[in-house]
């Protein structure tokens, strides 16, 4: 599966919104202000489609998925029983790369995905290379004793102020999802309604 391998903060500045997982302060003040020639111009009074497509976006750049797979997930969401929004909320969250990154084996979700597709990964005690896959409750997720050596890894292992959402619990070098994640466990910039409404057309 393709994805996008261009300058992160042009997508964030597009959005106005900081969906990257670091910040700088070259970031944080060039945030108002589009990429491109005319960047310096104010934005646009979004239509109600506009709105609706930008926070789309929103969630495709925080979650590094690309179009086709996410339209493909929120139709097949579309058709379970509860709420749509919550439902998109869990399966992102739910992808490989990101528990990874939430449990603190990466520093950023890119770098997350990479771990991954270099196989770096273990889930259940075997080698898994695809960012996209579902994790499910009670999968135990590790990492290589290889990646342990990594310096940077090593680094982020260390740090115990990373906070872990109530949906993940960790010890050491050892991750598990021990329940589906909810709306409230996690703050995301976008929102999940208007994302149902854009595919619903």
């Known amino acids: ?12 500045r597009r959005e106005g919104v900081n969906l990257l997982d670091k910040t700088s302060n070259t970031l944080l003040r060039r945030l108002n202000q589009i990429p491109g020639m005319h960047g310096a111009k104010r934005r646009k009074k979004l239509s109600e489609y506009g709105q609706q497509l930008r926070e789309k976006q929103k969630a495709k750049v925080m979650y590094g998925v690309q179009e086709r797979q996410f339209k493909t997930l929120v139709d097949k969401l579309r058709t ?5 929004g919550e439902l998109i909320i869990a399966a992102l969250e739910t992808r490989l790369d990101n528990v990874v990154y939430r449990l603190g084996f990466a520093s950023s979700r890119f770098m997350a995905r990479q771990i991954v597709s ?28 290889k990646m342990q050596q990594n310096p940077q890894v090593a680094k982020l292992l260390t740090d115990e102020n990373k906070a872990m959402p109530a949906f993940l619990e960790k010890k050491a070098t050892v991750g598990k999802l021990i329940r589906q994640p909810e709306r409230t466990d ?8 208007l994302i149902v409404e854009y595919y619903s057309r």
């Not at 270099?118 to 004793?145: F, Q, R």
């Not at 703050?187 to 309604?193: A, I, N």
């Open 1 to 12: 599966m393709a994805h996008y391998i261009g300058p992160k903060h042009k997508l964030a």
């Open 118 to 145: 270099h196989g770096h990964i273990m889930v259940n005690g075997k080698t898994l290379n695809i960012p996209s896959y579902a994790v499910k409750v009670d999968d135990v997720i590790s990492l290589s004793a």
């Open 186 to 193: 996690v703050e995301v910039p976008f929102q999940t309604q």
């Open 80 to 84: 379970r029983k509860g709420d749509t």
